[in-house]
C-alpha cells in the first residue's frame, strides 16, 4: 500500500506540478515591466513633442504665407496710390 502512495505522489508532481507564481517570478515580472517602460518612455515622449513642435510650425507657416499676401496686396494699392497722386498732381 505503501508503494502505492509513493508512486501516486511521484506522478502527482509530474501530472499535476505546482503552479503557484512564486515571488521571484512576480519580482521578474515587475522588473520586466520596468525594463520595458524604461526604453519606450522616451520614445513616446520625443514622438509627442516631435507632433507639437510640428502642428506649431505648421501654424507658423500657414500664418507666414497669409501675412506674404497680405503684404503684396497691400503694397499693390500703395503703387495704386501713388500712381493715381502722380496723375493726379499732373492734371491740376
Same mark, same amino acid.
Given at each position: 500500500m505503501s508503494d502505492k502512495h509513493d508512486i501516486l505522489e511521484e506522478t502527482r508532481e %509530474?501530472?499535476?506540478p505546482d503552479?503557484?507564481?512564486g515571488l521571484l517570478f512576480l519580482r521578474n515580472v !515587475?522588473?520586466?515591466v520596468f525594463? %520595458?517602460?524604461i526604453v519606450v518612455f522616451p520614445k513616446i515622449f520625443i514622438n509627442t513633442q516631435i507632433y !507639437?513642435?510640428?502642428r506649431e510650425i505648421s501654424t507658423l507657416s500657414h500664418e507666414h504665407d497669409a501675412l506674404m499676401e497680405e503684404?503684396?496686396?497691400i503694397k499693390a494699392k500703395v503703387e495704386?496710390?501713388?500712381y493715381k497722386n502722380e496723375i493726379?498732381?499732373?492734371q491740376f
Open positions: %509530474i501530472i499535476a503552479d503557484s507564481m !515587475f522588473v520586466g525594463l %520595458i517602460l !507639437f513642435k510640428s503684404n503684396r496686396l495704386a496710390l501713388k493726379l498732381d499732373t
